[in-house]
């Protein structure tokens, strides 16, 4: 009796065993899909992560573009900086000085390593195309600073003698603004600068011949 009690319990173990290696084994039918994103795909800007800051110094001008920084030329000497951009140069930024705010020679040094870390790592971006010259024209008008004005304040017959620009850059996800340009004399833009503002270069007024014209006449009347 008791060998035959075993022998039972032998077989619903056994029994047992199998249906559970069989329910492991047992399709449970098609693997749960990942659900698909339903918002729409972003897409990166052109000006990178200075998609806004390029645009707030527009601020929806027509005579305003934003130019690709093909170089940046690096004065280590002098510490200064030039962008050049398809239609010319900026020309050069004041010297970055800051180093010399140190109170010892080895806190300037590590201050001047740094800023030329950081010159060497923006002519890379240039390089990448991630820095942009962005240039507006102004107006004489002194309210208006560092070439923003609303769009409802220009006049079409206002006068325009210089400009404003900004060098911006987008490095690691940010963007930096590397250097500002006041009051450029609007003579020295190139032709072509001028054309991608949305003007032609300015005209040299006609010489003035009402002098000539009466001498003229009181020769031919001798």
């Not at 339903?38 to 990178?48: A, I, S």
């Not at 950081?118 to 008008?141: F, Q």
């Not at 609007?186 to 991608?196: G, Q, T, W």
């Amino acid at each position: 009796m008791t060998r035959l009690f075993v022998v039972t319990i032998a077989c619903v173990i056994a029994l047992a065993t199998g249906a559970e290696g069989a329910s492991r084994r047992k399709p449970t039918g098609r693997p749960a899909q990942r659900a698909l994103p339903t918002g729409p795909v972003q897409q990166q800007d052109e000006f990178r992560s200075c998609d806004v800051a390029v645009r707030d110094f527009v601020q929806g001008r027509k005579e305003a573009t934003a130019l690709p920084v093909k170089e940046v030329k690096v004065d280590a000497l002098r510490m200064t900086l030039n962008f050049v951009h398809p239609f010319g140069e900026s020309g050069d930024t004041p010297p970055n000085l800051a180093f010399m705010r140190g109170e010892s020679v080895e806190e300037r040094r590590k201050a001047l390593n740094e800023a030329k870390q950081k010159m060497r790592a923006l002519a890379e971006a240039a390089r990448t195309g991630n820095v942009w010259y962005v240039i507006a024209l102004t107006s004489d008008s002194p309210d208006v600073i560092d070439g923003r004005r609303s769009p409802a304040t220009v006049q079409p017959s206002e006068g325009r003698s210089s400009a404003a620009a900004v060098v911006l850059a987008s490095i690691e996800n940010k963007c930096i603004s590397v250097s500002e340009f006041r009051a450029i004399p609007f003579d020295s833009l190139s032709e072509e600068l001028r054309v991608a503002l949305g003007e032609k270069g300015r005209e040299r007024p006609p010489a003035d011949t009402s002098a000539a014209g009466p001498q003229q006449s009181a020769t031919e009347a001798q």
